[in-house]
T-cell receptor, first 112, second 113 residues
């Protein structure tokens, strides 16, 4: 069974704080993805990575950065959290050439 | 970027009823996926479709890859209360490398007992 885990289910942070969201997958997947999900907007791709130390911008990368130092771990970083980054953050992973993605349980982030 | 169209945003049905959901696009896709997301959880893959015309079932769920490659539908038969959740379609464009997907906005399904 594919397992994608996210470090926190719920987070509350203050405006201006640096926030780290961690994602780990145990299936040796090359590709990893970070999405945010907001009511009425669906899932929007923030960043993805197709290999260690590789990253590409998704549709809404502004205000975010990522790090992939190990194959199984993909981190999303909010350098200076803002209230408009309050959202549900979902991590996903897949094999290269596989046309499906497997999601983690999500982190609900509230920025006050 | 690309969008997949799912409507309506919400559906309300009675337990025991069948329900059908569509997903459409102006572009051709080479893969269609259907996910379900329960409250507070991440999306879970229900059905994957890889060929135009393909019809696949998973228990009470049936999905089809449209022959034009621009649409897909999901049917749920004999609905039960645990079918509640958000149903997303997703597709991969031809030459959409690295497994990038395009998602619909989802349909929230409510089932009245």
């Amino acid at each position: 069974d594919v397992k994608v885990t996210q470090s926190s289910r719920y987070l509350v942070k203050r405006t201006g704080e640096k926030v780290f969201l961690e994602c780990v997958q145990d299936m040796d997947h090359e590709n990893m993805f970070w999405y945010r999900q907001d009511p009425g907007l669906g899932l929007r791709l923030i960043y993805f990575s197709y290999d260690v130390k590789m990253k590409e911008k998704g549709d809404i990368p502004e205000g975010y950065s990522v790090s992939r130092e190990k194959k199984e771990r993909f981190s999303l970083i909010l350098e200076s959290a803002s209230t408009n980054q309050t959202s549900m953050y979902l991590c996903a992973s897949s094999f290269t050439g596989q046309r499906t993605q497997y999601f983690g349980p999500g982190t609900r982030l509230l920025v006050l | 970027g690309q969008q997949l169209n799912q409507s309506p945003q919400s559906m309300f049905i009675q337990e025991g009823e069948d329900v059908s959901m569509n997903c459409t696009s102006s572009s051709i896709f080479n893969t269609w996926l259907w996910y379900k997301q329960e409250p507070g959880e991440g999306p879970v893959l229900l059905i994957a479709l890889y060929k135009a015309g393909e019809l696949t079932s998973n228990g009470r769920l049936t999905a089809q890859f449209g022959i034009t490659r621009k649409d897909s539908f999901l049917n749920i038969s004999a609905s039960i209360p645990s079918d509640v959740g958000i149903y997303f379609c997703a597709g991969q464009l031809p030459f959409g490398g690295n497994s990038k997907l395009t998602f619909g906005k989802g349909i929230t399904l409510s089932v009245r007992p």
